[in-house]
């Protein structure tokens, strides 16, 4: 089957004639045979092989003595390949399959017959996998070596590294390489970031001043990668947004003097907030055309917009992969302020913890598809760790053990109880109904609690004598 075009070239075999076609791998063969059906009814002696079909409880393709294909899958799932031979045959004269007399010959079937089986795009995946890894060791090894020679190196291969990505994706066409790529090269220019304001002679030096030039850094070259590939735009986006938050982040540590802590309450905040504007922000990213509402007859009788239909869903698929990208951003920056307000010992910033992985986990629930709502129940499952660790860090040696497995198994109890009485069923409006309240309760409790976990009451208190 070709790679390039995704179409399979086969030979279809009928009572009358014999068809030389290329069939799209991701059709199902009952939406193909009644086009195939009336090619063979449309050549020669093919004036009765409706009808035949018909008397015979209609036509299945075939392989030569093999069971009816099942029409509702697809030629790549059947393992068509080019230069293979179908055959049409009728409902009522399939036999069963070919009965082998030759061991060696069921044997090869049955392997070629076999899925999983080692393809061009596995090769390609493989290295793209190993390529990846090794260019991350290399990053390792140039951020803990530390010296202006190393931010150099950095930024160079991160700057070739961009020029490659772009390369890629124009010249070659090779989309998925050049996006993997592009990432790397935002990962080189966060390395060259963090070693800009000169050496760091430990990892413990990595302080908030060099997270926000390398967040800085990373943002740009993020830009400029989904400027040069303008179909990953929105995975760039994602990379840029995230780097974004790190900066912000940073930036509130170096020139505010707040701690991780607040500094990620503060992010998280802005983020989590912005999610339910992301989907309109998407539309209009992708200038997806939105329909005017008429506010008088007049303007009813008169609305003659006509959309152009193919225009109408490429832009809407792309605002859905702006979408994607805002949404995986903001679960990135949330989890990682979730790690940092957990590990902050006090009641404000566990409290905060809590909050946000609830919100998170409940927010997961209104997007319908795994790459929208994975990065949230990722995002909640990094806070539920986060607090776990920080009751084996800072409580009682002596009740430790008890805290944490209590809350890990009860927790474990709620998680299987919904996966065998919730998922899947029906859920009363009710219920739904209680989840949104309480969803709105959260999301207005999380500025007050913001403002706890920067002592912002103790400073107003301590003003007003």
């Known amino acids: 089957m070709s790679v390039t075009d995704r179409l399979c070239r086969v030979t279809v075999v009928a009572p009358n004639t014999r068809m030389d076609v290329a069939l799209p791998d991701h059709v199902r063969l009952c939406e193909l045979q009644s086009d195939l059906l009336q090619h063979a009814a449309d050549g ?72 999983g089986k080692w393809q061009t795009a596995t090769s390609q995946v493989f290295g793209t996998v190993v390529g990846t890894v090794l260019l ?18 950095g930024y160079g291969i991160a700057a070739a590294l961009l020029a490659a990505s772009v ?32 050496e760091l002679p430990a990892m413990a030096d990595l302080n908030a001043p060099r997270l926000m030039v390398a967040g800085a850094a990373a943002a740009v070259f993020a830009v400029v990668a989904g400027i040069g590939i303008p179909i990953s735009a929105p995975v760039f986006s994602s990379a840029a947004l ?40 998407s539309f209009r990213v992708a200038r997806l055309p939105m329909p005017t509402i008429p506010r008088s007859p007049q303007q009813l009788r008169s609305d003659t917009l006509k959309v152009d239909s193919e225009l109408a869903l490429r832009r809407s698929e792309r605002a859905d992969q702006h979408l994607t990208g805002m949404l995986a951003a903001a679960a990135i920056v949330t989890a990682g302020s979730l790690v940092f307000l957990a590990m902050a010992p006090s009641w404000p910033t566990v409290l905060m913890t809590i909050l946000l992985t609830l919100l998170v986990l409940m927010r997961a629930r209104i997007f319908l598809t795994v790459r929208q709502r994975m990065p949230f129940l990722l995002a909640g499952v990094v806070g539920i760790a986060s607090l776990a660790t920080s009751m084996w860090v800072h409580a009682d040696p002596a009740d430790r053990f008890l805290y944490v497995v209590a809350v890990l198994v009860g927790l474990a109890v709620i ?47 301590t003003v007003n004598g």
């Open 44 to 115: 020669p002696g093919g004036e009765d092989v409706v009808e035949d079909g018909a008397s015979n409880g209609g036509w299945v393709l075939t392989r030569l003595g093999g069971a009816p294909l099942d029409p509702n899958l697809t030629p790549a799932q059947h393992h068509i390949m080019d230069g293979e031979e179908l055959y049409f045959s009728p409902v009522a004269q399939v036999g069963p399959e070919a009965v082998f007399d030759d061991v060696i010959d069921a044997m090869a079937t049955a392997s070629g017959d076999r899925g």
């Open 136 to 153: 991350l060791g290399a990053a390792a090894a140039i951020l803990f070596t530390g010296t202006e020679a190393a931010m150099w190196t």
């Open 167 to 198: 390369v890629f994706a124009r010249a070659l066409g090779r989309i998925g390489e050049a996006t993997v790529v592009g990432l790397l090269s935002v990962v080189y220019g966060w390395v060259g970031g963090a070693l800009s304001l000169g």
């Open 242 to 281: 995230a780097a974004a938050g790190l900066t912000g982040a940073a930036a509130l540590c170096t020139f505010v003097g707040a701690t991780p802590a607040e500094s990620g309450a503060v992010v998280s905040t802005v983020f989590v907030g912005l999610i339910p504007a992301m989907p309109m922000l």
């Open 415 to 461: 998680a299987l109880s919904f996966v065998l009485g919730i998922a899947g069923k029906r859920v009363s409006p009710i219920w739904a109904r209680m989840v949104d309240i309480v969803e709105v309760i959260l999301f207005i409790t999380i500025v007050p609690l913001t403002l706890w976990v920067w002592n912002a009451y103790w400073w107003v208190r």
